[in-house]
Each structure stands twice: as C-alpha cells, then as structure tokens.
T-cell receptor
Framework: KQEVTQIPAALSVPEGENLVLNCSFTDSAIYNLQWFRQDPGKGLTSLLLIQSSQREQTSGRLNASLDKSSGRSTLYIAASQPGDSATYLCAVYSDTGNQFYFGTGTSLTVIP | EAQVTQNPRYLITVTGKKLTVTCSQNMNHEYMSWYRQDPGLGLRQIYYSMNVEVTDKGDVPEGYKVSRKEKRNFPLILESPSPNQTSLYFC????????????FGSGTRLTVV
C-alpha cells in the first residue's frame, strides 16, 4: 500500500523567506501528484497537479517538483506571506485502490 | 461556479441515529469519493464511485454506505453512527482517468455522542 510522508510536520518562518516543503512516497508507480492547501476547519484547495511524466509545475510563487524514481516531491514557496499560513497536503494517485493517498501535512506559519 | 457541495457543514448526533451527508457536484465528473480526516491519521478513503451505479470500498468502509443513482450526487450514509465515526468528512470528485486531480467539498464536521 502506498504511504506518503511529509516532513516537517510544522514549520514557522518570518515573512519574506523562501521555503521548501517535502513529500515522499513509498511506491514510485504513481500517475500523478497533487499539492493542496487546507485552512483551519476548511476544505482542501488544489494548488498544483503534476503528471508522472512531468518534472515540475509552477503557479505564481509556487513551484512543485517531482522525482518519481526516488519517490520525492517538493513544494517551493517564494517570498512567503502571512496569508500563506495553512496546512499543505501532498497526495499521490496510485493504480492500487483507485485513489489519492495523502500525507498528514505540513502546518506552515508565516510570521509578519 | 464549478464546485462540490456538501451538506450539512456541521452535525451533532447521538449514537445509533441514522444520518446522511449529501454531496453534489456540478462539473459532470464521473469519479466521486468520500474521505475522513482524523488528527495524526490524515485523509483516508471510505468509498468511491467510478460512475453511476458503480461503487467500491476504500480503506475504511466499515459503518458506512454509499449510493450513486445520479452522476451528480454521492451521499454518505451512516446507518448506526458510533462515537468513533466522529470526524471531518470530505467529498471529492474528478473526471475519469488518471490524469486529473481532485476537487474537494468544504467538509462536514460530524460529532457522534
């Protein structure tokens, strides 16, 4: 069964810093990987979707990379802002189970 | 607006009292799924549906039922809720195929006392 790990579990940075969130998965046979943002008590907002054939995707200040062979993805956030404070979840779509498997997330706090 | 709508957003109920959480999407998505989110355990899939009248178990299906009579709706039914089903529930949908990501509903916070 696919297992997804996100490190660190929590991260606190001053406003303006660039930061990297990590995601690793045990089974490299994935179709795609999706990064989400979750605000407290709210639903999940999709940030980036990377297909297994792609190496990276960019949206504004966000850049996600994928190294399928090593089972790793990173989410890079440039020039962080207090509004970026949220929990970031990584999910991988595997053939087994017809579902996305989720990590437990990284809780990010950006301090003004 | 393209969205997945869940109702209710919050629900407190008593053990054993049947309840239904509704999920509806307006994007003509074939695939729909239910997840529960618990602290330290992340999101775990309960049931999913590949299309109308096609449903299958996820990783934690015990105590839940689903149906898919129409493409847009995928209700989650708890026939006899128990306190261990207290959780945050999410419905998600996507187009068929492995190239597409999920769109999530806003969540339903269920408390069973």
């Amino acid at each position: 069964k696919q297992e997804v790990t996100q490190i660190p579990a929590a991260l606190s940075v001053p406003e303006g810093e660039n930061l990297v969130l990590n995601c690793s998965f045990t089974d490299s046979a994935i179709y795609n990987l999706q990064w989400f943002r979750q605000d407290p008590g709210k639903g999940l907002t999709s940030l980036l979707l990377i297909q297994s054939s792609q190496r990276e995707q960019t949206s504004g200040r966000l850049n996600a990379s994928l190294d399928k062979s090593s089972g790793r993805s990173t989410l890079y956030i440039a020039a962080s802002q207090p509004g970026d404070s949220a929990t970031y979840l990584c999910a991988v779509y595997s053939d087994t189970g017809n579902q996305f498997y989720f990590g437990t997330g990284t809780s990010l706090t950006v301090i003004p | 607006e393209a969205q997945v709508t869940q109702n209710p957003r919050y629900l407190i109920t008593v053990t054993g009292k049947k309840l239904t959480v509704t999920c509806s999407q307006n994007m003509n998505h074939e695939y729909m799924s239910w997840y529960r989110q618990d602290p330290g355990l992340g999101l775990r899939q309960i049931y999913y549906s590949m299309n109308v009248e096609v449903t299958d178990k996820g990783d934690v299906p015990e105590g839940y039922k689903v149906s898919r009579k129409e493409k847009r709706n995928f209700p989650l039914i708890l026939e006899s809720p128990s306190p261990n089903q207290t959780s945050l529930y999410f419905c998600a949908s996507s187009l068929a195929g492995t190239a597409y990501g999920y769109t999530f509903g806003s969540g339903t916070r269920l408390t069973v006392v």
